[in-house]
């Protein structure tokens, strides 16, 4: 077999966030500071439950488990089943290092090559493109299913709550989903990295996981649930996430990672133990996420905007019915950095995405100018 030509970047698309530089030029400029609300990285502290795990198991001269160790699996499934996701199997438990490496590598690990077509929403997290372009796949973006004819389709993603819209997918939707992807042969890979980040008619259970079995009918068969610790426990710079879902297939991963190297480290693991045994820390930062979106939403409402979607995850999807950019450029006049919609693909072109992961100090301030200076 001889290599594909070129460099492997020539296959990816540009770096977005570059095109962002003057808005942001613009916006820190304000005397006040700027309010950057353009990415969803968390500000609040690591729970302190979790800094302890981590700093106990810091003594760790040995490799660590590519499978990740029986307790952390331990608890993903008691995790998964407090989710209503039952059934989920210890072996079916795979940690990977932050869900976004498993999110570029999965056409990859599972073999997806030339011709092989992977389907993602039409206005996503970009990476999903990204990993079916890694592996020399042919992205598809596409809502509805019956537009794709009869295509072959290797990998399906969802992502819900998801990244940018906010839009939550309930069981009736996610199970259509499954049960076409099943007719085909197809992966269904749920992005469910804001589960427990839902708000309005979804803040107490969560969104529905794909591995419940009103969805999947209590078989996890051609089924992985990609979930992270990144936002619910602000840990994102610990690199913490799991999949979990058919056995077949986590274990097809766990063989290939292990060649490769791909493992969490050990205090890491540990960590996220804690981590997910406690949902107190969980509640408390939910909590601050609902305040500060209600304060930017009235905020946005009050000056004339349109949310939409936004009933669940870390962002408010914004639009005054005018090109991305040049409501960009308003806020970049108040101090207000957002993210364009037309990052995530053409559909996107008319909205903002606002993140809610800034202090409530800086919330305050953004709902401030917006409302004497009008956007
Ligand atoms: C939809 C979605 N998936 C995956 C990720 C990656 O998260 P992490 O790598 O921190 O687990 C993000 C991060 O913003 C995201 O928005």
Same mark, same amino acid.
């Given at each position: 077999?001889?290599?594909?030509?070129?460099?492997?970047?020539?296959?990816?698309?540009?770096?977005?966030?570059?095109?962002?530089?003057?808005?942001?030029?613009?916006?820190?400029? !304000?005397?006040?500071? @700027?309010?950057?609300?353009?990415? =969803?990285? %968390?500000? +609040?502290?690591?729970?302190? @439950?979790?800094? /302890?795990?981590?700093?106990?198991?810091?003594?760790?001269?040995?490799? #660590?488990?590519? !499978?990740?160790? %029986?307790?952390? /699996?331990?608890?993903?499934?008691?995790?998964?089943?407090?989710?209503?996701?039952?059934?989920?199997?210890?072996?079916?438990?795979?940690?990977?290092?932050?869900?976004?490496?498993?999110?570029?590598?999965?056409?990859?690990?599972?073999?997806?090559?030339?011709?092989? @077509?992977?389907?993602?929403?039409?206005?996503?997290?970009?990476?999903?493109? @990204?990993?079916?372009?890694?592996?020399?796949?042919? #992205?598809?973006?596409?809502?509805?299913?019956?537009?794709?004819?009869?295509?072959?389709?290797?990998?399906?993603?969802?992502?819900?709550?998801? $990244?940018?819209?906010?839009?939550?997918?309930?069981?009736?939707?996610?199970?259509?989903?499954?049960?076409?992807?099943?007719?085909?042969?197809?992966?269904?890979?749920?992005?469910?990295?804001?589960?427990?980040?839902?708000?309005?008619?979804?803040?107490?259970?969560?969104?529905?996981?794909?591995?419940?079995?009103?969805?999947?009918?209590?078989?996890?068969? $051609? *089924?992985?649930?990609?979930?992270?610790?990144?936002?619910?426990? $602000?840990?994102?710079?610990?690199?913490?996430?799991?999949?979990?879902? +058919?056995?077949?297939?986590?274990?097809?991963?766990?063989?290939?990672?292990? !060649?490769?190297?791909?493992?969490?480290?050990?205090?890491?693991?540990?960590?996220?133990?804690?981590?997910?045994? +406690?949902?107190?820390?969980?509640?408390?930062?939910?909590?601050?996420?609902?305040?500060?979106?209600?304060?930017?939403?009235?905020?946005?409402?009050?000056?004339?905007?349109?949310?939409?979607?936004?009933?669940?995850?870390?962002?408010?999807?914004?639009?005054?019915?005018?090109?991305?950019?040049?409501?960009?450029?308003?806020?970049?006049? *108040?101090?207000?950095?957002?993210? %364009?919609? &037309?990052?995530? =693909?053409?559909?996107?072109?008319?909205?903002?995405?606002?993140?809610?992961?800034?202090?409530?100090?800086?919330?305050?301030? &953004?709902?401030?100018?917006?409302?004497?200076?009008?956007?």
């Amino acid at each position: 077999m001889t290599p594909a030509a070129g460099p492997v970047s020539g296959r990816l698309p540009e770096f977005p966030w570059d095109q962002l530089a003057t808005y942001a030029e613009t916006a820190r400029a !304000h005397p006040d500071g @700027v309010v950057d609300l353009s990415v =969803g990285t %968390p500000v +609040d502290p690591t729970p302190d @439950v979790v800094r /302890r795990a981590l700093e106990a198991a810091s003594d760790a001269p040995g490799y #660590p488990l590519t !499978h990740g160790t %029986p307790e952390l /699996r331990e608890a993903v499934v008691a995790w998964f089943a407090r989710r209503g996701a039952t059934g989920v199997q210890p072996a079916a438990v795979l940690p990977t290092i932050g869900s976004k490496e498993l999110v570029a590598w999965l056409p990859t690990l599972l073999g997806l090559g030339r011709g092989d @077509v992977v389907v993602h929403p039409e206005v996503a997290y970009p990476t999903y493109d @990204v990993g079916a372009r890694l592996a020399g796949a042919t #992205p598809v973006p596409a809502d509805g299913l019956t537009s794709l004819g009869p295509k072959p389709v290797r990998l399906v993603w969802l992502n819900s709550p998801a $990244n940018p819209t906010g839009r939550v997918l309930p069981v009736e939707h996610l199970r259509k989903v499954v049960d076409w992807a099943r007719e085909r042969g197809a992966v269904v890979a749920s992005d469910e990295c804001y589960a427990e980040l839902g708000w309005g008619e979804w803040a107490e259970a969560g969104a529905p996981s794909i591995l419940d079995p009103r969805v999947c009918g209590g078989s996890h068969d $051609n *089924l992985l649930a990609v979930c992270s610790l990144s936002k619910r426990s $602000n840990l994102a710079g610990y690199r913490a996430a799991f999949v979990a879902g +058919d056995p077949a297939l986590v274990a097809e991963l766990v063989e290939v990672r292990r !060649h490769a190297g791909m493992i969490v480290p050990a205090p890491v693991q540990a960590a996220m133990i804690a981590a997910l045994g +406690d949902e107190a820390h969980v509640r408390v930062q939910h909590a601050r996420y609902g305040a500060r979106r209600e304060v930017l939403r009235a905020a946005f409402e009050e000056a004339g905007w349109r949310v939409d979607g936004s009933e669940g995850g870390l962002y408010l999807w914004v639009t005054r019915g005018e090109d991305c950019w040049d409501s960009l450029a308003a806020l970049a006049e *108040l101090g207000i950095l957002a993210a %364009p919609g &037309a990052f995530y =693909g053409a559909a996107g072109r008319r909205h903002l995405r606002v993140a809610l992961t800034a202090t409530d100090e800086r919330v305050a301030a &953004a709902a401030r100018r917006m409302s004497s200076q009008g956007a």
